[in-house]
């Protein structure tokens, strides 16, 4: 079993930034890869930013085209975090934000933290 906590979000107005954190625990050598989703009222969830495990291909990450450029995804293995960075947010951004783990065929979910882009 892998436990996801995150924490950093928030409302923020357009132009600015934000740090989410995602602090895994439990079983955490089983974990493949880790990542970003969110999900906007009455949208599916969508694919933020995924980084693969160091060791594999250290550090390998995707973004979705959406946030290219305007967010960063990062871990620091020694504190079991996965960082997202998000600069230059726009009202479009405004979402719950989900941390996710990939244990061999199970995926794993925190509780989500909510961001809000407006003036």
């Known amino acids: 079993q892998v436990q996801l906590v995150e924490s950093g979000g928030g409302l923020v107005q357009p132009g600015g930034s934000l740090r989410l954190s995602c602090a895994a625990s439990g079983n955490i050598f089983t974990i493949y890869a880790m990542g970003w989703y969110r999900q906007a009222p009455g949208k599916q969830r969508e694919l933020v930013a995924t980084i693969g495990r160091s060791g594999i291909r250290s550090d390998s990450t995707n973004y979705a085209d959406s946030v290219k450029g305007r967010f960063t995804i990062s871990r620091d293995n020694a504190k079991n975090t996965v960082y997202l960075q998000m600069n230059s947010l726009k009202p479009e951004d405004t979402a719950v934000y989900y941390c996710?783990?990939?244990?061999?065929?199970?995926?794993?979910w925190g509780q989500g933290t909510q961001v809000t882009v407006s003036s």
């Open positions: 996710n783990a990939v244990s061999g065929l199970v995926n794993y």
